[in-house]
């Protein structure tokens, strides 16, 4: 009877998730589709077409100078405490704890920093750099612990063998546990880059809200949520704002369905 009814309870739970997300989905979807017009991707925005191609660029942009800088440095600093270091490391336990405080921080918060930080002290101004490090500082916490929980999650005894049959600490590493470790890795960065995506505090007071293709890495440039942001806030494109949201979301599932591919892939080689 209990089992039943615990049973009946998870699956409750989960048609409740489900169709909460359906009906944000249809909604947006219902309140967007009509709104779409083939000049909103035109290169340059107008005050006419309030166009999202710019901020689709700069989107583009900032997602992958962020994993550019974020990846390498979670991965690694992940192998390390990991494969490294002592085990039951005082010194690993305080990064553990600090990088999960870290991820609770509100994304206003991360904004404020950078723009004191690399906006200010750094003199970058309001550029897409300074968004793309402000980002870079927000994800490096998930993507570490997702790293370090793939890690662990690979058996002693593939480490034990490639081990035994010779092979150094350095290729046992990169050989045999992080490819292993490669979908669990991916899952992480497929967060980051939904985190990234979605953000639009922390870029309003690091990359600003300038409405046109960038020139540079140091040019200011809104990105889709920021976009969408402002069109809502200005309260004359409430349509193209859902417009927007729907290019959104369709960019979100193709990068969660391309990423889901590429774990496939990799779990399979």
Known sequence: ???RLLRGLVYFAAAITV???ALIVVYILARGIPHLRLDMFSPVYTTTNVSMFPAIVNTLILTVVSLMIAVPLGVFAAVYMVEYARRGSR???????TAE???GIPSIIYGLFGLLFFVTAMRLGFSLLAGAMTLAVMILPLILRTTEEALLAVPDMYREGAFGLGAGRLRTVFRIVLPSAAPGILAGIILAVGR?????AALVYTSGTVASLPKSLLSSGRTLSVHMFALYSEGLYVGQ???TAVVLLVIVVAINALSG???KRVAKG
């Open 91 to 97: 010194a690993v336990a305080l990064v553990r704890v």
């Open 1 to 3: 009877m209990t089992s």
């Open 196 to 200: 990234i995506v979605g953000e639009t």
């Open 19 to 21: 169709g909460v997300l």
């Open 261 to 263: 591919f590429i774990a």
């Open 101 to 103: 405080t870290l991820s």
């Open 241 to 243: 704002a859902y417009a």
